[in-house]
């Protein structure tokens, strides 16, 4: 049996289908399994023991290329659609949430074709399980939901991503070109968002300041090293955390690669971060972690597992319009980001110091699964 899963999301999205991965290997151990999902994404799967081959949808790309010729553009998007062909697919698992891809999959004949019904645009798909949204219960909840509608369970939630040897031999020779010593705690700070965030990061992030304080305050009471992430984007905010800063800080920001970025976390004691994608890879690598959300449900989105207490999420609870995205939308905000502003650094410290005092469960500490 051929099987195809279809999700085009970031990275949070996709890291939070790997259970699902595992598990349909574990169903179907001698099927040949793809991964549709997109460019960014493609580093997160391409070394997933668990995937035979992926298929790159980058909307963005095409719409360049079409924009450059429309010839390329068509081009470029026959050749998707003719190895997807190729590959004789007999099972999809749309994840996608939308009617594109189960039109395609339908016009490329696969004849099952699983997934979301949410507002009804799951009428293309041969079996459907209704669902208005994501609410309350966390998304790999929602997978699990799936597969049990197709008749499998799904045995761990454990996010899977497994790291590169020659990013973990980089990892290794940055921190010894820095002199960090073993014992030492590495605490890493990641301020924005990256890229996937758009015109939404200034009201999903917390502020500057209030990283700088809670790094110095680590220094002071842990003697930690403090480590900046974020991409090229990220830049101008990571300096202005290190020039808020009164304690030295290494600012890697626009200078690893995501699999040297990943690499790292996995060495770390402690990430604080916003709510997003370096939150869930730093949950894969098994790495204690302080998240701090605004307008998004950590229900939903959170770390997961939920009961990890390696995990903690600092939210204010104290307005009534909090969580409010909603439908996979973030409305105008009228209270000025109140749900963040409110959020005070002795709060993040005090999860801080919870999670480094935390011990994980017993069998939670490998995030590898086989």
Not at 174 to 183: F, G, I, K, T
Not at 218 to 244: H, M, N, W
Not at 266 to 282: F, S
Request: some cysteine; proline content about 7%; glycine content about 8%.
């Amino acid at each position: 049996m051929n099987i195809l899963i279809v999700n085009p999301f970031g990275i949070g999205d996709v890291l939070f289908s790997t259970p699902l991965v595992r598990a349909v290997r574990r169903a179907f151990p001698q099927s040949r399994i793809g991964y549709v999902c997109n460019r960014r994404t493609e580093q997160i799967l391409r070394d997933n023991p668990h995937l035979d081959e992926l298929f790159i949808y980058e909307k963005d790309e095409l719409l360049h290329l079409w924009r450059t010729s429309k010839v390329q553009g068509v081009t470029a998007l026959l050749g998707l659609l003719r190895r997807l062909r190729g590959a004789r697919i007999d099972l999809a698992i749309d994840l996608s949430l939308g009617e594109r891809y189960g039109l395609i999959l339908k016009l490329l004949s696969v004849p099952r074709r699983i997934g979301f019904n949410y507002r009804r645009r799951g009428r293309f798909l041969t079996e459907q399980l209704a669902i208005d949204g994501y609410h309350d219960d966390h998304v790999v909840e929602y997978y699990r939901r799936l597969l049990r509608f197709m008749g499998i369970e799904l045995v761990d939630g454990l996010l899977e991503l497994p790291v590169r040897d020659v990013d973990e031999r980089w990892a290794d020779e940055w921190l010894r070109a820095h002199n960090v010593a073993p014992e030492e705690l590495l605490v890493g700070i990641v301020p924005a968002g990256g890229v996937s965030w758009g015109t939404d990061a200034p009201f999903r992030r917390w502020s500057a300041e209030g990283f700088a304080t809670v790094a110095d305050a680590l220094v002071q009471r842990y003697r930690a090293k403090i480590l900046l992430f974020g991409e090229a984007v990220d830049q101008p905010l990571c300096r202005t955390v290190a020039s808020t800063m009164r304690s030295a800080v290494m600012d890697l920001s626009g200078q690893t690669s995501l699999g040297q970025f990943v690499s790292l976390l996995g060495r770390l004691g402690l990430v604080i971060c916003n709510d997003g994608g370096p939150l869930h890879l730093a949950v894969s690598q098994g790495v204690k972690t302080v998240s701090i959300f605004g307008p998004v449900d950590p229900r939903v989105y959170g770390p997961y597992p939920p009961s990890d207490s390696r995990h903690r999420v600092v939210s204010f609870s104290g307005l009534p319009c909090r969580p409010c995205y909603h439908q996979f939308k973030l409305p105008p905000c009228p209270y000025e980001r109140a749900c963040l502003l409110h959020i005070e650094p002795a709060d993040v410290l005090s999860a801080c110091e919870q999670a480094l005092e935390s011990r994980p469960r017993p069998g939670a500490a490998a995030p590898a699964v086989n």
